[in-house]
């Protein structure tokens, strides 16, 4: 028997009307670093968003699937185009702008974008590369910049430039949005290739609504009309987390970076504008935390704040706590949308007795099925002890990546199951109540005499040292036992390396073999383009010898 309700298809259409009429006085804030921000309103930012389809489509001959890359801050042109693109049918493409520029060619050429928008203080990024960007027919640029280099890139080319605004002034503020299937690609994001080459992710207009809806559930984020939220994690890093369309559902104001993503303007903006909720990667949560212990903000509007990306060590979450913010962890992945699990306790615990699940990497929600695999391809049970990798599906979830133009979807077997799971590549535990909590990435473990060493465990003790600024800690080639761990740490100001007294203090904490004996004290740890430990680095760092290694 079939049921007798509507089918209506979940788009991102819906989402986009739903949020400038009913939110329409909801604000989306872009910082300028001047005095005052720019300022627009969910109801413009659907109107402009028209404007732009119209352009697209009758200006630059945008049709069918076509792609529609971006090369963007965080602001409010790219929330335009993140609405304007897949509601008229098109694609689009978010480019991340800290890639190597072989491989934003490799992507542009690989997802075959014809339509490139981006904000001018990126155009000496983007003009070399244009010669290149052979699929590319049109580029068009917003916001402040000298437009010299791409004007001097496209001249003698076919490629056209086009000003943002002069493009959409003038134009009709309605578009007659088509009906599209839920099923179609709305938006593609290549993963940021930390353990490979970069692989495109298609979500479709489904996937979007749906985890859009999840975001706002009180297990998750849980933001309503009340609150504003201060979008750090870049819009080229998996939508920005899912915010900006989520934000449009429930009306929730959009608090903009753009380029200004240092401390001390985070800081700034913070203060003055008192965002109620942010999102953002470890690694600028740690940079925020030495500017206002040096120069001190009042930051305490955030009440919330999601973290993730990374694993977030648990001393960062106690300094924010003495700060009165509170860090909430969540795992996810380009490959998931990218919410995968959130860590908010359950109910009726005490502080006390909530923090060891708030340093978990949290709970499943509904769409997001969740399975260990052990070594040999056995299920494992949820015991919160037996370490497997962990695999997901769910209507978030990628089935397969983009094979280019024509071709046939890529399944990697290390990727997907047989029975279409994605292995996460993520190795961890799950305690009987569904609380996740990742001990390594598979390739980062450090296999020591036939036992795996935590790479995370031993970088979240030493970051509760007082000395220690950072740390990351990878699995080093050893004659008797495969492997074992190296530390680096990046020491705070003014504290000197006493490798026996760290371990020592390590000593307290995790097991006595699994103490690293290499030690290295290193400017600062690299990142990768979104701001991850780029152990890669550091392991060939160390194969060539370029470390200055203690050993202990
Ligand atoms: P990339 O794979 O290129 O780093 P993603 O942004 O898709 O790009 O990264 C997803 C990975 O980031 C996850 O598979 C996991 O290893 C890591 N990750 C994400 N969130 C967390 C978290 N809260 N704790 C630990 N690791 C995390």
Redesign the pocket.
Known sequence: MLSTMQDVPLTVTRILHHGMTIHAKSQVTTWTGESEPQRRSFAEIGARAAQLAGALRDELGVSGDDRVATLMWNNSEHVEAYFAIPSMGAVLHTLNLRLPPEQLVWIVRHAADRVVLVNGSLLPLLAPLLPHLTTVEHVVVSGPGDRGPLTEAAAGSAVQVHEYEDLIAGRPTTYDWPELDERTAAAMCY?????GEPKGVVYSHRSIYLHSMQINLAESMGLTDKDTTLIVVPQF??NAWGLPHATFMTGVGMLMPDRFLQPAPLADMIESEKPSHAAAVPTIWQGLLAEVLAKPRDLTSMARVTI?????PPALMEAYDKLGVRLC???????TS?LGTTSNPPAGLTAEEEWPYRIT?GRFPVGVEARLTGPDGDTLPWDNESAGELEVRGPWIATSYYGGAGAEPLRPEDKFSEDGWLK???VGVISPDGYLT?TD?AKDVIKSGGEWISS?ALENALMAHPDIAEAAVVAVPDEKWGERPLATVVLKEGASADYESLKAFLAEKVAKWQLPERWSVVESVPK?S?G?FDKKVIRKQYADGELDVTEV
């Open positions: 993963t940021s290739g930390t353990t890093h998996v993730g990306g990374a694993a977030c962890h969540a795992w996810g992945m380009t490959e990218p990497q996460t590549g993520d990742l990435r995370v990768t979104v991850k």
